[in-house]
């Protein structure tokens, strides 16, 4: 289990072209959140399809606290295998798709995610979102990758994934099609 500090930040279509081409890396992510989690608990959980540059595949369960007033959440994660089971699940499921660049790794994470195109528009309007993860002062990476638009913690509450996410009629496996393609691996 770990605490993570985030803040997210608005980003326009400009200033996201810029901070893709100076990306060091991206991958492809689509992300589940389900009200009964079938893997380790019957609590809320979201169910996690990754795939890098290579072609490298990871499913990740995670289970996070409510944000706190200082940006902080209690995260606990566990890698699975996904079994048969578990895609007539995520069928069900709210759901987003997104390709994430990462603009640094450390001290901090630096991510800005596109939110990809499904066959439903997602519940809150956004095309592209920063995401700052650090110990350090926020203000430091604001002004490196020239992040001026922060959320506040309501807005933040709105734009977390889960909210953004809808149940969409692309089943699973097509949707890790979709992304894979994103990534130029198909």
Known sequence: MAIEREKKYFVDETLAKNLIKSSLAKLGVIQWYLEKCPIK?????????????????????????????????????????????????????????????????????????????????????????????TEDEFEKYESVFNLRKDMSIEEFKTFTNKNIAVISQIKPEKLIEKVRKMMNLE
């Open 41 to 133: 608990t019957d609590r809320e959980c979201r169910v996690r399809y990754t795939v890098d540059e290579h072609g490298n595949e990871k499913w990740i369960v995670a289970f996070k606290s409510d944000l706190r007033e200082d940006f902080t959440r209690i995260e606990e994660e566990h890698e699975i295998s996904p079994a048969n089971e578990l895609f007539g699940e995520l069928s069900k499921s709210p759901v987003v798709v997104k390709i994430r660049y990462f603009l640094l790794f450390k001290p901090a994470e630096v991510v800005l995610d596109e939110f990809l195109e499904i066959d439903k528009p997602y519940r809150v309007n956004i095309k592209y979102m920063a995401e700052i993860e």
